[in-house]
Structures are given as C-alpha cells and as structure tokens.
C-alpha cells in the first residue's frame, strides 16, 4: 500500500518530480479532480485504471497546457477548433481529434484513433503539467462508478493507499466533468454534456448534433468516461422532477419507515426540513447551482445513515441536460413520478 500525500502549492514541485518518476498525482480542476499520469507511460496509466478500479477499454482525457501541445499529437487541427479554444480554453471543453499512428499507448486511447485533449483552466494544474513537462491523463479521482470528486478530501477517502499524493486546490468552481466534442465527424457532436451547452458552442462554429446515446440510454456511448456506471453513491437515490411530488414521496418513503435524505434547492429544503433525517441545499434554484454540488451532496448525504436520498430534478436543456445526465447515472434512472417509484 502507498503512502498518499496531500501536497499543497509550494509542494508542487515534489508532485511534478513524482509525475515524472510514474507515479499518480491527483490534480484540482474547474470541473471536478482528475487523477493524474504520464499519458506517454503505459504502466502508469495502466495504474490510472487498477487505482480507479476502471476498465481499460474506458479512453482517457489528455490534459495539455497549450495548444501547441496538441498539433504535435494530432493529425489535423482544424479550423473550428483553433475558434474554440481561442474562446474556451483554458476551460471546461474537451476535445476529440484524430492523432497521429503511435502517438500514445493504446491503453490511453482505448485502442481507437481518436484522443480526447482539454487545457483546464486551474493554475496548479498548468503549473503541474509544465513542471512535470509531460501531458497528464485525467479521469476523475474517485473510485470508478461513485460520485466524481471536488474536493481533496473526496479524493482521499476513495484512493487513500493506491495513489503517492493530491495536489490541494480547494473546492472546485464547476462539479461536474467538461462538456466532450467530437471533431471526427461530419458535425461536431457532444459527447458528454458540460457547462458549455450546444447553444454557446453553435454561437461560435454554427451547426452542433448531439450524441444519440444522450437522447437515448440504450444507445452505446462514445465518449470517455460514459461507458459504465457513473456517480452513484451507496445510498440509492431516487429523482424528484415535479414540485407536486416531494410531499408525496416523502409521504411514502416515510410509511415504509426509511429514513430521508434530501438534495434540493434553499426553498425546498427549508419547506420539508422538519419530516427528514438529514438535507443538503445547493441554494439558489438554477441547474448550475445543483450541478456544482451535486457530487458533494451526494457524498454528503451518503455519510448521514440515511435510506434513501431524494434529489431534485430539473428540465433537460441547456445546463438542466448536463446536471440530469449525471443524476439520471447516480439514481440508475430511478424516478418519482405519478405518487409511485418507478425506474426508466
């Protein structure tokens, strides 16, 4: 078992020396924290995996810190993404090119000839990538399948012994993963959606599609990080998308004796506080409050001896996609509708 050391900023270079050695550094980001290792070390990231307990056929994002970076990989930049990252980098985008035979080990890429890259926009992490002098692997630092880490301390309750350190940046802004598009077809599609919506990206390259398999749950997903089970906690978590429906379900769970926890915003959770065992508010009612502390409610919440975590839902545009994505992953698609539980 590994010693895992919490590094703070005048540390970071002790963690780029470890980067540069094959060990795995988790990193802070906008979004949420990302495990860290040499994307050109195969061993290393095959660590990545068995650390996160992850399948290797899952590809892995590629963190840069400019986009000179990427043209040496890559096989073509093309116009629309130099437009892209002019306006979203450093940020929260992730992008699919077509890369070069031989650049990275396939255990990176999942064995296809595509690569995902983003530059985040956190200073340690630029900082990090620059020290270590290497491209990072990313995926989020928790243990595949629970709810993604914003915090160092997530990071540590979940990889505690099986990474050498965390770099300490504080909360993350975001809460959830950077919005995916993939430049390798026709059209520009999103993978995974993120804080940067289809709408603000057709504002800058005109026509975007979307995946079928975010439409649709039975399609097979495409992009990195959606091929498994996501973000659930031990807890099962059960969708509430009709204001009309919290009193009801928390009627029922109650006559079944369960014992409550509650996501949801300041109103709604000041109104039903009183009937349940434990509560977390993202405050105000907007989807972008509730993506941002999603993954920490839910971690809360599976802390407080609870039964059953009932959590809000929102309407699926815009930013409401991105948060009811990973909701819809962390409650198994299980959603209160109609005064009765049911699963899509």
């Keep these: 078992m590994k010693t895992t050391q919490l590094f703070l900023e005048q540390e970071l270079p002790i963690a780029a020396k470890l980067v540069k050695q094959g060990e795995l550094i988790a990193f802070p980001t906008e979004t949420v924290y990302g495990l860290g290792a040499n994307a050109l070390d195969e061993i290393a990231v095959k660590e990545v995996y068995e650390a996160k307990g992850r399948p290797s056929d899952n590809p892995l994002i590629i963190h840069v810190e400019t986009v000179e970076q990427i043209k040496k990989y890559v096989s073509d930049f093309p116009l629309i993404a130099e437009k892209l990252a002019k306006h979203f980098w450093p940020g929260p985008l992730t992008m699919i090119f077509n890369i070069k035979p031989g650049t990275f080990p396939e255990v990176v890429t999942g064995g296809l000839t595509t690569a995902a890259f983003r530059i985040p926009n956190n200073r340690l992490t630029l900082e990090l990538i620059h020290q270590a002098g290497v491209p990072l692997v990313g995926p989020s630092a928790n243990t595949s399948g629970k709810p993604s880490p914003t915090t160092a301390e997530h990071v540590y309750h979940d990889l505690q012994g099986k990474i050498a350190g965390v770099l300490d940046g504080g909360a993350t802004q975001i809460g959830i993963e950077s919005t995916v598009l993939d430049l390798t077809t026709e059209v520009p599609t999103i993978l995974r959606p993120g804080l940067i919506t289809k709408q603000e990206l057709k504002v800058i390259i005109g026509k975007v599609a979307v995946d079928q398999h975010l439409?649709?749950?039975?399609?097979?997903?495409?992009?990195?990080?959606?091929?498994?089970?996501?973000?659930s906690p031990d807890t099962a978590v059960w969708i509430i998308?009709?204001?009309?429906?919290?009193?009801?379900?928390i009627h029922l769970a109650k006559e079944r004796r369960l014992k409550i926890g509650l996501f949801a915003d300041e109103k709604i959770v000041d109104t039903y506080r009183s009937q349940i065992t434990a509560t977390f508010s993202f405050g105000e009612d907007t989807a972008i409050n509730a993506a941002k502390y999603l993954f920490a409610g839910l971690r809360e919440l599976d802390q407080m001896a609870v039964d059953v975590i009932f959590a809000q839902g929102f309407a699926e545009r815009s930013m409401g996609l991105a948060y009811m994505n990973r909701l819809k992953k962390a409650a198994g698609q299980k959603v209160f509708s109609n005064q009765t539980f049911y699963s899509e």
Excluded: F, I, R, V
Excluded at 241 to 248: A, G, N, Q, R
């Design 215 to 231: 439409l649709n749950e039975k399609e097979q997903p495409k992009a990195p990080g959606m091929k498994y089970k996501h973000y």
């Design 241 to 249: 998308s009709m204001p009309t429906d919290w009193e009801k379900a």
